[in-house]
């Protein structure tokens, strides 16, 4: 027969404690047990046993919660806190062809231009010729006529009057003379021939014939005297007459004589300076000749640029309206410097440093007098040089630093520049060819750190 299993409350009676299993033969049969009789606090003393055996696991668990939370507060901390690589523009470091130059805003202009001018005080006809007419050496260019007579207000016309009634009376005079000299050469004529008939008859000495001779010329030349006073006075008197016309555009009785006025060179007109009629004074500009195919550049400089210019350098017409590079050539550099005021209010020296278009005719044809260019003007040529940008430089004391990558990070070196220009800076050692530089470096790189390249 098998055993069937106790009740829980007969399992529990039958723990006891070791020592005691010697006094218990044999478990006790299910009717014989007697349950135990608790006392009434029992139960109580019971229940406060059970709750102290689960706060300590309580506990436990609340402590790693905590721990747990802590760990995780410590890596999110390190990692908001943790130095990122700066993200960095980079460019490489090239070797080539290094150019610095001077620019400056410069114009065409004809070289031997020539200004036609009046040579005499008058009036200037309609000039008939217009801009880009070519002429030849000796082409007449324009006309010349005298100038009308001022006019006459009420005061002058009455003087001028007066005097024409003044002069009018020395004419009568002359005339007067005229006639008491023709009388007293006759008297002195017929004086001579009574002489001269009586130192025939020899009833007079030959010195008072003599005598009478003389006295015939001085009468025959005071009669001159007086005809030439005469031929004066009507002069005058025409001049005076003359005085009180009125104006008028040309003479009467015929076309008024003009001048001619020719070209002195073979060209074209470049400008008309004075193209309607009118009166112009002498050594007045009238218009300018020359040839447009013989262009040279003139451009001001600032002296300390000038200094570094010489006959003979290379330069680059840009932005003339073609989309070739003109080559062209410096001529002359002025001795003599001037003064020139900056848009911004500011006192310059500058210098005119004249170019000659070396470039075929046939590229700049379409160029004319006083175009806009832009010049270029190569001061320093260096094939085969190290080059940088020159944003990736910043100064480190009397030199130069710049920032290479290498992998992940950077490294701070000092570089020697030898120039630069508005571009790239020619240095001679220190970096090699194709190395990373990083342009425009933030504050915050130092050296040895972390970046990333864009």
């Known amino acids: 027969m098998t055993d069937s299993p106790l009740p829980a409350s007969a399992q529990e009676t039958t723990a006891v404690p070791p020592g005691m299993q010697a006094h218990v033969s044999a478990p006790p049969s299910p009717a014989s047990v007697t349950p135990p009789v608790t006392p009434a606090s029992e139960p109580q003393a019971s229940?406060?046993?059970?709750?102290?055996?689960?706060?300590?696991?309580?506990?436990?668990?609340?402590?790693?919660?905590?721990?747990?939370?802590?760990?995780?507060?410590?890596?999110?901390?390190?990692?908001?806190?943790?130095?990122?690589?700066?993200?960095?523009?980079?460019?490489?470091?090239?070797?080539?062809r290094f150019e610095r130059a001077v620019q400056e805003y410069g114009k065409t202009r004809v070289r031997n231009r020539y200004i036609v001018s009046s040579p005499l005080a008058g009036r200037v006809g309609r000039v008939l010729l217009n801009q880009g007419d070519s002429v030849t050496q000796g082409d007449t260019v324009a006309l010349l006529w005298p100038m009308a007579p001022t006019l006459l207000d009420e005061r002058t016309r009455d003087e001028q009057s007066a005097r024409v009634a003044s002069v009018a009376a020395l004419l009568a005079r002359a005339q007067a003379n005229v006639g008491r000299a023709t009388a007293a050469m006759e008297q002195a004529r017929a004086d001579l021939q009574r002489s001269e008939a009586l130192a025939r008859q020899?009833?007079?000495?030959?010195?008072?014939?003599?005598?009478?001779?003389?006295?015939?010329?001085?009468?025959?030349?005071?009669?001159?005297?007086?005809?030439?006073?005469?031929?004066?006075?009507?002069?005058?008197?025409?001049?005076?007459?003359?005085?009180?016309?009125?104006?008028?555009?040309?003479?009467?009785?015929?076309?008024?004589?003009?001048?001619?006025?020719?070209?002195?060179?073979?060209?074209?007109?470049?400008?008309?300076?004075?193209?309607?009629?009118?009166?112009?004074?002498?050594?007045?500009?009238?218009?300018?000749?020359?040839?447009?195919?013989?262009?040279?550049?003139?451009?001001?400089?600032?002296?300390?640029?000038?200094?570094?210019?010489?006959?003979?350098?290379?330069?680059?017409?840009?932005?003339?309206?073609?989309?070739?590079?003109?080559?062209?050539?410096?001529?002359?550099?002025?001795?003599?410097?001037?003064?020139?005021?900056?848009?911004?209010?500011?006192?310059?020296?500058?210098?005119?440093?004249?170019?000659?278009?070396?470039a075929p005719a046939k590229q700049w044809q379409a160029l004319g007098d006083a175009f806009k260019v832009d010049v270029r003007v190569l001061v320093q040529v260096v094939d085969n040089a190290i080059m940088v940008p020159v944003s990736a430089l910043f100064p480190i004391g009397s030199r130069s630093g710049v920032f290479v990558v290498e992998k992940d990070h950077v490294v701070l070196k000092e570089v020697s520049v030898e120039a630069r220009n508005g571009v790239s800076a020619w240095i001679k050692e220190g970096l090699p060819v194709g190395a990373q530089v990083i342009v425009y470096p933030d504050s915050r790189l130092k050296d040895k750190a972390a970046v990333k390249v864009r």
């Open 47 to 96: 229940a406060p046993s059970t709750s102290a055996a689960g706060k300590p696991k309580s506990k436990l668990k609340r402590n790693l919660i905590i721990v747990g939370l802590s760990l995780l507060l410590i890596v999110l901390l390190v990692w908001a806190f943790k130095p990122r690589p700066l993200s960095v523009e980079v460019a490489k470091v090239t070797q080539g």
């Open 202 to 358: 020899g009833f007079v000495s030959p010195t008072q014939n003599e005598t009478g001779q003389l006295n015939l010329r001085l009468r025959t030349q005071e009669l001159e005297t007086a005809r030439q006073e005469e031929n004066a006075a009507s002069h005058d008197l025409e001049q005076s007459r003359a005085a009180l016309k009125q104006f008028a555009q040309a003479p009467l009785g015929g076309a008024q004589p003009s001048f001619a006025i020719k070209a002195p060179v073979s060209g074209k007109v470049l400008k008309i300076l004075q193209q309607s009629e009118g009166t112009v004074a002498a050594g007045a500009s009238l218009l300018e000749l020359g040839d447009p195919a013989k262009l040279e550049v003139v451009v001001d400089l600032l002296t300390e640029d000038a200094t570094q210019v010489r006959p003979g350098a290379s330069v680059q017409l840009l932005n003339w309206g073609g989309a070739e590079i003109l080559n062209s050539q410096v001529r002359w550099v002025e001795p003599a410097a001037f003064t020139k005021v900056s848009a911004l209010g500011v006192e310059e020296q500058r210098v005119n440093v004249l170019i000659d278009i070396i």
